[in-house]
């Protein structure tokens, strides 16, 4: 079955670190570009951080800039997120979602259940 | 950064009814958009890319126009399982970015 599982969520104090983790199944892990995508809770989705197949690319929203830090490792079929720094703003699910197959076009057409990470004293 | 703006906000519709929803790009995006279905509790699932084209296994009644900055998504005919909240998504240009989406509710 083609599927994403994400898991390393959590309760966790301001300032502090934590990593996401996806495994990826039923397709080719390393043909595919990958994306995380937030949501607060009650609010709409927020785009974070993306990764190339290889992981030779990788891009980020202003908001996660020098805080967080996209990662794979294509023999283990997983992507990562290290998140350091955490903000009482970070709190939301975190998605993982793969690229379509075809160009340049980043749009997701497989999407994760979700990790939940709150950021509070 | 590239600002999507979805309307209405909450839409009020009966089963059967047609409806039609909309997304505006503050710039333009040509048709890199995409739209997403989001149930309660459940992740987001890709509906059309490209601006127009359906995913694999959504169904016909499902269908998107546009270009630039001015999008729709069109459900034909709704159905018990359409009630949920629809997000747009531009690719065109980094970082990506959503709209805030649109909630179908039962009326």
């Known amino acids: 079955e083609v599927q994403l599982l994400e898991s390393g969520g959590g309760l966790i104090q301001p300032g502090g670190s934590l990593r996401l983790s996806c495994a990826a199944s039923?397709?080719?892990?390393?043909?595919?570009?990958m994306s995380w995508v937030r949501q607060a809770p009650g609010k709409g989705l927020e785009w974070v951080s993306a990764i190339s197949g290889s992981g030779g690319g990788t891009y980020y929203a202003d908001s996660v800039k020098g805080r967080f830090t996209i990662s794979r490792d294509n023999s283990k079929n997983t992507l990562y997120l290290q998140m350091n720094s955490l903000r009482a703003e970070d709190t939301a699910v975190y998605y993982c979602?793969?690229?379509?197959?075809?160009?340049?076009?980043?749009?997701?057409?497989?999407w994760g259940r979700g990790t939940l990470v709150t950021v509070s004293s | 950064e590239i600002l999507m703006t979805q309307s209405p906000a909450t839409l009020s519709v009966s089963p059967g009814e047609r409806v039609t929803l909309s997304c505006r790009a503050s710039q333009s995006v040509s048709s890199n958009l995409a739209w997403y279905q989001q149930k309660p509790g459940q992740a987001p699932r890709l509906l059309l890319y490209g601006a127009s084209t359906r995913a694999t296994g959504i169904p016909a009644g499902f269908s998107g126009s546009g270009s630039g900055t001015e999008f729709t998504l069109t459900i034909s005919s709704l159905q018990s399982e359409d009630f949920a909240v629809y997000y747009c998504q531009q690719y065109n240009i980094w970082p990506l970015t959503f709209g805030g989406g649109t909630k179908v509710e039962i009326k």
């Open positions: 979602a793969r690229k379509g197959p075809y160009g340049d076009y980043w749009y997701f057409d497989l």
């Open positions: 039923g397709f080719t892990f390393n043909n595919y570009a």
